[in-house]
């Protein structure tokens, strides 16, 4: 355990320590600040008197999907690709701690950043509330869909990045598919006929639909855990893969 | 203490080891030779668990490092060939990482850490960034923290490769410090191999080829001498007929130094009869023996001999 927290902070070290992770939280508060802004002003403008959490938060918490989108693989592209690239994989390999007890530290590190992201938002319910008392209950669905989204995309920018030495490349390949999803979420013209059920079934978005209005589907819970397992279990297969490999 | 049983690893298909067993002793330093693709690294990553093998085991103490790899990893320090460290970490909060990582408790790991800074020479970078350290103190680093918990065990994967001439005696200085710790090295330096290792363990194409104490090994080569020739006569002509000499192991031959004729040097199961031939060889070919000398064979003679290429 004390290996897994000593791997843990330093994780959470590189990241605060660092200034890319200082523009990736700019940016990810400019944008979410710019989606505050015009989704109230829209509230306000034609919504006014209707249901906040359907005209206004639902809105928001949709648009903050989106950045993470962008967010999360500029979090996530360096965690094992920078380990690659430095050679700094193999020693930490042959340190007493599991391949599991690695992929659990870097993700875990990688979430509990996407929380402090996510917390720089709570400003605008207090402000909201400041000024329209409103129920509060349905953002912790809200916040708890955002973290479950974030925890799939993590886990995949983890899985991307255990395959290549090169950040870009990882972060590149972890933000495309992702847009190409968000893509079809919105823009079902663009699937066929034929694949739209598959896409809508497997949509990290559609998923999410529930918790942005504040509600809490297990199956939808269990949805995100289960995409975040698998790519857990595919980036301990990439880890195990030196076994026949023979190299990093 | 460091035990390899039939130890085999296939990649895909292709044999990187193939039924390599030896013992190193507690307390003992061993050399793991061998020449390029001879199958070093792969030994050594077998013996830290990073990697499996495909039949075969290591063990360390009575640990098996397959079966339980957590366990036997705490016993064992390891320092690979590339020593790679995280840039943007000071070397004392490195090793403090490190030494964290392996387990050790506050108050335990800051007086380890102090320890392998002082053993290790690392007092006056202990507060750089690893990113700025030149590649002799990198390589320090990585001893330190191969060093760091106390481990029964160090594996040190060519340990001076890279270094100039004073980085890698002042590095092998710092193993012989290492008393009591049970050391397995792989080096193509034989000089450093014969300075440092009470044991030797040759490989060749992934086979084990010798596995003895460097003295066991000497007597093998009793009887074997090496002469030290200079012929003026073309160079491989020369090199051709003292090859072909019945009773030769191989030859060297020396680099121009400006002196007259070739220097070679020539490995003889029985140096005497071999003296008397090639002297009968260089006046039948018209050459100049110009000097020739008998010396005791060295352990890079017994690699020439066991291995058939250079180191």
């Not at chain 1, 809200?142 to 870009?168: K, P």
Request: glycine letters at 10%; one cysteine or more; charged letters at 20%.
């Amino acid at each position: 355990m004390r290996s897994f927290v000593a791997l843990f902070r330093k994780e959470l070290r590189s990241y605060f320590g660092s200034p890319p992770f200082y523009f990736v939280a700019t940016a990810f508060l400019a944008y979410a600040g710019y989606y505050f802004h015009s989704d109230l002003i829209y509230f306000i403008t034609f919504g006014f008197g209707l249901n906040i959490m359907e005209n206004f938060w639902q809105i928001l918490f949709v648009d903050l999907r989106l950045v993470l989108i962008f967010a999360v693989p500029l979090l996530t592209m360096r965690l094992l690709a920078e380990e690659r690239r430095l050679g700094t994989l193999e020693l930490l390999l042959t340190y007493p701690l599991r391949d599991g007890a690695i992929v659990a530290a870097k993700l875990g590190a990688c979430l509990v950043v996407v929380a402090t992201l996510l917390a720089g938002t709570l400003v605008y319910p207090l402000l909201v509330y400041h000024v329209e008392p409103f129920a509060f209950e349905p953002l912790f669905a809200a916040y708890l869909g955002l973290l479950l989204f974030a925890g799939v995309c993590a886990s995949y920018g983890l899985f991307i990045s255990s395959l290549t030495d090169s950040q870009v490349l990882a972060g590149f390949l972890t933000a495309l598919p992702l847009l190409l999803l968000w893509l079809l979420s919105w823009n079902e013209a663009a699937a066929a006929s034929g694949t739209l059920p598959v896409v809508r079934a497997i949509s990290l978005f559609n998923h999410f639909q529930p918790f942005s209005v504040g509600v809490i589907d297990l199956r939808d819970v269990f949805y995100f855990l289960y995409a975040t397992g698998l790519f857990v279990w595919a980036t301990l297969r990439v880890l195990e893969a030196r076994q026949w490999r023979g190299r990093r | 203490m460091i035990r390899s049983e039939l130890l085999t690893k296939y990649y895909g298909s292709v044999r990187a080891v193939g039924g390599v067993s030896f013992s190193v002793g507690a307390g003992e330093v061993a050399a793991l030779l061998g020449p390029n693709g001879a199958g070093k690294s792969t030994v050594m990553r077998l013996l830290t668990g990073y990697v499996s093998p495909t039949a075969g085991r290591a063990l360390v103490g009575d640990v098996d490092v397959a079966e339980r790899p957590v366990t036997a990893r705490r016993q064992i320090g390891y320092l690979p060939e590339q020593v790679s460290l995280y840039p943007e970490f000071t070397v004392r909060r490195y090793l403090g990482f490190v030494g964290e990582v392996k387990g050790l408790a506050r108050r335990r790991r800051r007086a380890a850490i102090g320890r392998v800074i002082e053993q290790c020479g690392l007092g006056e970078v202990a507060d750089r960034h690893n990113g700025t350290l030149s590649k002799g103190y990198r390589q320090r680093v990585g001893l330190a923290q191969a060093l760091l918990g106390d481990p029964a065990v160090l594996v040190l994967d060519e340990p001076t490769v890279g270094l100039d001439p004073v980085q890698a005696v002042e590095m092998r200085e710092l193993i012989r410090t290492l008393a009591g710790c049970t050391v397995l090295l792989s080096t193509h330096n034989l000089t450093e191999a014969s300075a440092l290792c009470s044991r030797v363990i040759i490989l060749s194409h992934g086979s084990l080829v010798a596995a003895d104490t460097a003295a066991e090994l000497g007597r093998r080569l009793e009887g074997a001498g090496r002469l030290v020739v200079r012929i003026d006569g073309p160079p491989d002509a020369v090199a051709q007929g003292l090859s072909a000499l019945p009773g030769v192991l191989g030859i060297e031959r020396g680099e121009p130094d400006g002196q007259a004729g070739v220097r070679f040097v020539v490995l003889a199961s029985n140096p005497e009869p071999v003296q008397r031939r090639l002297a009968a060889m260089a006046v039948a070919a018209g050459w100049t023996l110009l000097e020739v000398q008998v010396k005791p064979p060295t352990l890079e003679d017994l690699f020439v001999r066991l291995v058939g290429s250079e180191p």
